[in-house]
């Protein structure tokens, strides 16, 4: 991953990233400048939907480099919420249901927590109907449903990998081995630090409309630009101009 990314990177007219910290390192690893422009609004609150105070939220899918295994997760995730006064509530999307592991549901079958399959189409109000949501991952840099969690008023637990707690203030962080896995001590004292302090309330939307259109603006005027340049490059009297620009007497 690191070689395609250093290969996009080098030869990538204009680099874009969404917080000040990637930007840095894109900068001392591939001496590039990234423009730093804010991720927009994905989700819109359901006025007709609440948040249950204590809820917290963890979210299964596919195990994979980046997720760890759903057992070790899910204990983690289970004694934070406990020892923080709440309660867990694992969620599944209805594609990724075979995934859930047999000790999730035998947790599940004794009343240790709740285990919600739901449609994809309703991810949003599922993260707004809790008071912390879980961010499984053990690397990463950003993330969608970080975003989706700062529309709707959920407080994020995230992994300190990457600039997760770069996107939104509300972010509190858990800290991964040295190896890249998930340290289950760290994810459930990050739980119960994030459950001791209020929900959130939804990001402003008089504020996200504004950021979207300066975002779309500023991609805009970039798209514009590197057009621009390249219409210049290809132009067919360019070498004229440059032997004009050089002065009398000048090669090529």
């Known amino acids: 991953m690191d070689a395609h990314l250093e290969a996009v990177l080098s030869t990538a007219e204009v680099v874009f990233t969404l917080t ?10 591939y001496g590039r400048t990234a423009i730093v422009v804010a991720h927009p609004a994905v989700a819109v609150p359901d006025p007709e939907l609440g948040a249950e105070r204590g809820l917290v939220g963890l979210r299964l899918s596919r195990v994979s480099a ?9 204990r983690a995730a289970l ?8 309660r867990l509530r694992v969620l599944l999307d209805a594609a990724d249901e075979p995934w859930a592991g047999s000790e999730v549901r035998k947790l599940a079958a004794r009343g240790e927590l709740e285990l919600v399959v739901h449609p994809s189409e309703e991810w949003a109000a599922q993260l707004q109907q809790l008071h912390v949501a879980v961010l499984p991952e053990t690397c990463g840099s950003h993330s969608r449903d970080l975003e989706v969690c700062r529309d709707v008023g959920t407080r994020v637990v995230a992994p300190g990998c990457g600039w997760f707690a770069d996107q939104w203030s509300d972010v509190v962080s858990y800290a991964n081995h040295e190896e890249g896995r998930l340290d289950p001590v ?13 929900m959130p309330r939804p990001a402003d939307r008089t504020w996200r409309e504004e950021q979207r259109i300066a975002v779309q603006q500023v991609h805009a005027d970039v798209y514009a630009q590197v057009a621009a340049d390249r219409s210049w490059q290809k132009d067919p009297v360019l070498p004229t101009l440059r032997k004009l620009r050089a002065g009398p007497g000048t090669g090529p």
């Open 20 to 29: 000040r910290g990637a930007a840095d390192e894109i900068a001392d690893r």
């Open 66 to 74: 980046a997720v760890p295994d759903p057992g070790t997760l899910v």
């Open 79 to 86: 004694s934070g919420a406990v020892s923080g006064g709440g």
């Open 186 to 198: 760290s994810l459930a004292a990050a739980i119960g630090a994030a459950l001791a302090r209020p």
